[in-house]
Protein backbone atom coordinates (compact mmCIF):
# COMPACT_ATOMS: atom_id res chain seq x y z
CA UNK A 1 0.00 0.00 0.00
CA UNK A 2 1.35 3.02 -0.88
CA UNK A 3 2.05 5.63 1.56
CA UNK A 4 -0.29 9.47 0.85
CA UNK A 5 2.14 11.38 2.94
CA UNK A 6 4.07 13.95 1.36
CA UNK A 7 7.55 13.64 2.18
CA UNK A 8 10.34 16.31 2.07
CA UNK A 9 12.89 14.23 3.98
CA UNK A 10 13.15 10.84 4.98
CA UNK A 11 10.87 9.60 7.45
CA UNK A 12 12.25 6.60 9.80
CA UNK A 13 9.34 4.58 11.47
CA UNK A 14 11.37 2.55 13.83
CA UNK A 15 10.65 0.41 16.99
CA UNK A 16 12.96 -0.72 19.99
CA UNK A 17 13.20 -3.30 22.13
CA UNK A 18 14.65 -2.58 25.77
CA UNK A 19 15.70 -4.26 29.23
CA UNK A 20 12.39 -2.06 30.63
CA UNK A 21 9.87 0.73 30.39
CA UNK A 22 11.88 3.44 31.66
CA UNK A 23 13.37 5.08 28.41
CA UNK A 24 15.74 6.91 31.24
CA UNK A 25 17.11 4.28 33.14
CA UNK A 26 16.93 1.11 30.78
CA UNK A 27 18.82 0.49 27.70
CA UNK A 28 18.20 -0.76 24.03
CA UNK A 29 18.64 -4.51 22.93
CA UNK A 30 16.85 -4.24 19.65
CA UNK A 31 16.16 -1.59 17.39
CA UNK A 32 14.48 -1.74 13.93
CA UNK A 33 14.31 1.06 11.50
CA UNK A 34 12.56 1.33 8.45
CA UNK A 35 13.49 4.43 6.47
CA UNK A 36 10.82 6.01 3.96
CA UNK A 37 12.11 7.90 1.02
CA UNK A 38 10.46 10.98 -0.57
CA UNK A 39 10.99 9.08 -3.94
CA UNK A 40 9.01 6.18 -2.54
CA UNK A 41 12.15 3.98 -1.58
CA UNK A 42 12.27 2.05 1.41
CA UNK A 43 15.37 1.20 3.13
CA UNK A 44 15.17 -1.18 6.61
CA UNK A 45 17.81 -1.72 9.34
CA UNK A 46 18.31 -3.89 12.16
CA UNK A 47 20.30 -3.54 15.03
CA UNK A 48 20.73 -6.13 18.13
CA UNK A 49 22.58 -4.58 20.64
CA UNK A 50 24.03 -5.71 24.28
CA UNK A 51 22.79 -3.42 27.04
CA UNK A 52 25.81 -4.24 28.94
CA UNK A 53 23.36 -4.72 31.95
CA UNK A 54 21.22 -8.09 32.79
CA UNK A 55 18.24 -8.25 31.46
CA UNK A 56 15.20 -9.20 33.47
CA UNK A 57 13.86 -12.22 33.16
CA UNK A 58 9.97 -10.93 32.78
CA UNK A 59 11.48 -8.36 30.21
CA UNK A 60 12.52 -11.06 28.41
CA UNK A 61 9.11 -13.18 28.50
CA UNK A 62 8.21 -10.72 26.32
CA UNK A 63 9.97 -10.17 23.53
CA UNK A 64 12.28 -13.56 23.99
CA UNK A 65 16.02 -11.95 23.71
CA UNK A 66 17.88 -13.59 26.75
CA UNK A 67 21.84 -12.65 27.95
CA UNK A 68 23.13 -15.50 26.00
CA UNK A 69 21.63 -13.89 22.72
CA UNK A 70 22.86 -10.60 22.69
CA UNK A 71 26.38 -11.73 24.79
CA UNK A 72 28.48 -10.93 21.41
CA UNK A 73 26.60 -8.30 20.26
CA UNK A 74 28.29 -5.27 19.62
CA UNK A 75 27.46 -2.43 22.00
CA UNK A 76 25.37 0.89 21.34
CA UNK A 77 29.00 2.68 22.00
CA UNK A 78 30.20 0.52 19.34
CA UNK A 79 26.96 1.43 16.64
CA UNK A 80 26.17 4.65 17.38
CA UNK A 81 27.84 6.02 14.56
CA UNK A 82 26.60 3.85 11.72
CA UNK A 83 22.75 4.65 13.97
CA UNK A 84 23.38 8.45 13.91
CA UNK A 85 24.44 8.18 9.97
CA UNK A 86 20.72 6.13 9.15
CA UNK A 87 18.78 8.43 11.36
CA UNK A 88 20.83 11.76 9.71
CA UNK A 89 18.45 14.35 8.20
CA UNK A 90 15.21 12.25 9.12
CA UNK A 91 11.87 12.81 10.49
CA UNK A 92 10.64 10.27 13.21
CA UNK A 93 7.43 7.65 13.29
CA UNK A 94 6.67 4.92 15.63
CA UNK A 95 3.69 3.56 17.92
CA UNK A 96 3.85 5.73 20.96
CA UNK A 97 7.15 7.26 20.09
CA UNK A 98 6.72 10.12 21.52
CA UNK A 99 6.75 8.85 24.61
CA UNK A 100 9.26 5.83 24.88
CA UNK A 101 11.13 5.07 21.68
CA UNK A 102 12.54 8.53 20.49
CA UNK A 103 13.45 9.45 24.56
CA UNK A 104 14.70 5.81 24.63
CA UNK A 105 17.08 6.49 21.48
CA UNK A 106 17.80 9.86 22.78
CA UNK A 107 19.14 9.01 26.11
CA UNK A 108 21.22 6.67 24.70
CA UNK A 109 23.29 8.89 22.17
CA UNK A 110 23.42 11.14 25.45
CA UNK A 111 25.20 8.17 27.11
CA UNK A 112 28.01 8.22 24.36
CA UNK A 113 27.99 11.93 23.92
CA UNK A 114 26.47 12.69 20.63
CA UNK A 115 23.41 14.86 20.34
CA UNK A 116 20.40 13.12 18.39
CA UNK A 117 18.66 16.09 17.98
CA UNK A 118 15.23 14.83 18.27
CA UNK A 119 13.52 17.98 19.09
CA UNK A 120 14.67 19.53 15.85
CA UNK A 121 12.87 16.56 14.22
CA UNK A 122 9.35 16.18 12.81
CA UNK A 123 7.36 13.38 14.22
CA UNK A 124 4.58 11.18 13.28
CA UNK A 125 3.62 9.43 15.94
CA UNK A 126 0.83 6.54 14.62
CA UNK A 127 -0.75 6.02 18.33
CA UNK A 128 -1.43 9.33 18.24
CA UNK A 129 -2.95 9.71 15.14
CA UNK A 130 -5.12 6.37 16.10
CA UNK A 131 -6.17 8.17 19.54
CA UNK A 132 -7.16 11.58 17.69
CA UNK A 133 -9.20 9.77 14.77
CA UNK A 134 -10.84 6.94 16.95
CA UNK A 135 -11.62 8.26 20.63
CA UNK A 136 -11.47 6.23 23.61
CA UNK A 137 -13.69 8.29 25.88
CA UNK A 138 -17.20 7.76 26.86
CA UNK A 139 -19.11 9.92 23.98
CA UNK A 140 -17.01 7.60 21.94
CA UNK A 141 -18.22 4.32 23.88
CA UNK A 142 -22.12 5.12 24.00
CA UNK A 143 -21.80 5.68 20.65
CA UNK A 144 -19.85 2.30 19.51
CA UNK A 145 -22.13 0.52 22.42
CA UNK A 146 -25.01 1.57 22.55
CA UNK A 147 -25.42 3.21 19.01
CA UNK A 148 -26.52 6.48 19.99
CA UNK A 149 -25.08 10.03 20.75
CA UNK A 150 -24.05 10.92 24.60
CA UNK A 151 -26.97 13.71 25.44
CA UNK A 152 -25.51 15.29 28.73
CA UNK A 153 -21.68 14.57 28.42
CA UNK A 154 -19.64 15.89 31.19
CA UNK A 155 -22.34 16.18 33.66
CA UNK A 156 -21.57 13.40 36.48
CA UNK A 157 -25.30 11.58 36.67
CA UNK A 158 -25.73 11.57 33.28
CA UNK A 159 -21.67 10.60 32.50
CA UNK A 160 -22.85 7.99 35.69
CA UNK A 161 -25.90 6.44 34.10
CA UNK A 162 -24.11 5.91 30.91
CA UNK A 163 -21.23 4.12 31.72
CA UNK A 164 -23.39 1.71 33.45
CA UNK A 165 -25.38 1.22 30.52
CA UNK A 166 -21.75 0.65 28.35
CA UNK A 167 -20.71 -1.70 31.12
CA UNK A 168 -23.80 -3.72 30.42
CA UNK A 169 -23.67 -3.46 26.87
CA UNK A 170 -20.24 -5.24 27.51
CA UNK A 171 -21.20 -7.58 28.85
CA UNK A 172 -23.34 -8.70 26.47
CA UNK A 173 -21.55 -8.18 23.46
CA UNK A 174 -17.97 -10.44 25.02
CA UNK A 175 -19.16 -13.07 26.72
CA UNK A 176 -16.04 -14.12 27.19
CA UNK A 177 -15.33 -11.36 29.67
CA UNK A 178 -15.13 -12.73 33.52
CA UNK A 179 -18.40 -12.71 35.20
CA UNK A 180 -17.00 -11.55 39.01
CA UNK A 181 -15.94 -8.18 40.17
CA UNK A 182 -12.57 -10.02 41.79
CA UNK A 183 -12.16 -11.84 38.18
CA UNK A 184 -12.74 -8.98 36.04
CA UNK A 185 -10.19 -6.53 38.47
CA UNK A 186 -7.61 -9.20 38.14
CA UNK A 187 -8.33 -9.48 34.03
CA UNK A 188 -7.89 -5.79 33.61
CA UNK A 189 -5.20 -5.00 35.61
CA UNK A 190 -3.26 -8.01 37.12
CA UNK A 191 -1.96 -7.54 40.53
CA UNK A 192 1.14 -8.91 41.60
CA UNK A 193 1.29 -10.54 44.50
CA UNK A 194 5.22 -8.93 44.95
CA UNK A 195 3.90 -5.32 44.61
CA UNK A 196 2.97 -3.66 47.73
CA UNK A 197 0.87 -0.97 45.37
CA UNK A 198 -0.46 -1.41 41.98
CA UNK A 199 1.97 0.52 40.64
CA UNK A 200 4.80 -1.46 41.84
CA UNK A 201 6.53 1.49 43.13
CA UNK A 202 7.03 -0.85 46.24
CA UNK A 203 8.17 -4.24 45.48
CA UNK A 204 9.07 -8.14 47.40
CA UNK A 205 12.26 -8.26 45.96
CA UNK A 206 14.91 -10.82 47.78
CA UNK A 207 13.32 -11.21 50.99
CA UNK A 208 12.30 -7.86 52.06
CA UNK A 209 10.17 -4.90 50.31
CA UNK A 210 12.34 -2.46 48.15
CA UNK A 211 12.13 0.66 46.56
CA UNK A 212 11.51 -0.11 42.96
CA UNK A 213 11.78 3.37 41.23
CA UNK A 214 14.22 6.10 40.55
CA UNK A 215 18.29 6.32 42.57
CA UNK A 216 17.01 3.99 45.36
CA UNK A 217 15.68 1.36 42.98
CA UNK A 218 16.22 -1.94 44.96
CA UNK A 219 16.60 -0.42 48.60
CA UNK A 220 15.29 -1.79 51.36
CA UNK A 221 12.69 -0.14 52.97
CA UNK A 222 14.07 -1.02 56.74
CA UNK A 223 17.53 0.26 55.29
CA UNK A 224 15.89 3.65 54.81
CA UNK A 225 14.31 3.85 57.52
CA UNK A 226 17.38 3.43 59.54
CA UNK A 227 19.50 5.39 57.89
CA UNK A 228 18.08 7.92 55.38
CA UNK A 229 14.24 8.27 57.15
CA UNK A 230 14.12 11.77 54.63
CA UNK A 231 14.13 9.73 52.12
CA UNK A 232 10.72 7.68 53.12
CA UNK A 233 9.26 10.92 54.35
CA UNK A 234 10.03 12.63 50.78
CA UNK A 235 7.83 10.11 49.71
CA UNK A 236 5.09 10.59 52.09
CA UNK A 237 5.07 14.76 51.28
CA UNK A 238 5.95 13.81 47.50
CA UNK A 239 3.55 14.07 44.11
CA UNK A 240 2.81 10.05 44.76
CA UNK A 241 0.00 7.71 44.56
CA UNK A 242 -2.32 8.09 47.54
CA UNK A 243 -1.52 4.17 48.13
CA UNK A 244 2.16 4.44 48.13
CA UNK A 245 2.23 7.27 50.50
CA UNK A 246 -0.21 5.76 52.73
CA UNK A 247 2.13 2.64 52.91
CA UNK A 248 5.13 4.68 53.40
CA UNK A 249 3.72 6.35 56.28
CA UNK A 250 2.90 3.19 57.50
CA UNK A 251 6.00 1.67 57.87
CA UNK A 252 7.80 5.01 59.17
CA UNK A 253 5.43 4.41 62.07
CA UNK A 254 5.16 0.68 62.76
CA UNK A 255 8.62 -0.21 61.23
CA UNK A 256 7.31 -3.18 59.57
CA UNK A 257 5.19 -4.40 56.36
CA UNK A 258 3.58 -7.23 56.56
CA UNK A 259 5.04 -9.90 53.54
CA UNK A 260 3.13 -10.49 50.54
CA UNK A 261 0.61 -13.27 50.68
CA UNK A 262 1.77 -15.17 48.11
CA UNK A 263 5.48 -15.73 47.94
CA UNK A 264 7.44 -16.96 45.19
CA UNK A 265 8.83 -20.68 44.91
CA UNK A 266 12.53 -19.54 44.68
CA UNK A 267 12.46 -15.73 45.52
CA UNK A 268 15.37 -14.49 43.22
CA UNK A 269 17.37 -11.42 43.35
CA UNK A 270 15.80 -9.06 40.89
CA UNK A 271 14.19 -5.53 40.94
CA UNK A 272 10.47 -6.02 39.84
CA UNK A 273 9.29 -3.70 36.67
CA UNK A 274 7.13 -0.74 37.08
CA UNK A 275 4.05 -0.93 34.11
Partial sequence: MELK??????????DIESTGVNPRQDRIIELAAV????????ETKTWLLNPTVKIPPETTAIHGITDEIVRDCPTFFEMAEDIDHFFDGCDLSGFNADRFDIPCLEEEFARVGRDFGASRRRHVDVQRIYHKMEPRD????????LGRDHEGAHGAEADAKA????????????????????????YLAPHDPLNADRQGMIRWINGAWCINFGKKKGSKLS??????RNYLRWIVNGAFDT???QIVSSFIEKGV????????DANKDKVGQKK
Fill in 35 to 42: KLHPDGRE
Fill in 223 to 228: TLLATE
Fill in 5 to 14: LKLDRPLIVF
Fill in 243 to 245: EVR
Fill in 138 to 145: LTAAVRFY
Fill in 163 to 186: TVEVLKAQMVKYPELPQTSAEMDE
Fill in 257 to 264: LPPPPVLP
